[in-house]
């Protein structure tokens, strides 16, 4: 019984973490920016850099710390054998949590060095798509975050 209990525990876990994926597409806003004016300056594209895009916040390790812990600390019979088995239970579970963590949250995305009107240089990391090359025209949106968008006015 106390082995299904635990195995629903660690499914949940495990999904829970592949939504944890931050959102680094230029399309997506969050609500506190709608109503939000931000400056725009218009660039072009001059360089571009795929990356791999890590999002992890330790959360994995943590959880899964937790869930080993409590796995581990079932194995065995005495005071002793529980303790030991919690210590290793802990971690295993926290290499694991860390392990699925890194694999549900990493992204890939790219960098783009951009040359504003006024020769200024900015680097801007983001998601996949939209995807723009070296010498597209863009509009850099300042913000948090910062975002390229491809220019209308081309």
Known sequence: MMGKKL???ACVAILGMYGCAS?????SYSVGSVGQVNRT???KVISVRPVDIAGTTGAGG??????GATAGSGIGHGDRANVAGAIAGAVVGAVAGAAIEQGATHQSGFEYVVQTE???LMTIVQGANPTFAVNDKVLVL????ARIIPDPRK
């Open 7 to 9: 195995i629903a525990a």
């Open 62 to 67: 943590t959880a899964g710390g937790a869930l």
């Open 118 to 120: 006024n020769d200024n």
């Open 142 to 145: 300042y913000g948090s975050p």
């Open 41 to 43: 300056v218009a660039a």
């Open 23 to 27: 959102n680094i597409s230029p399309t």
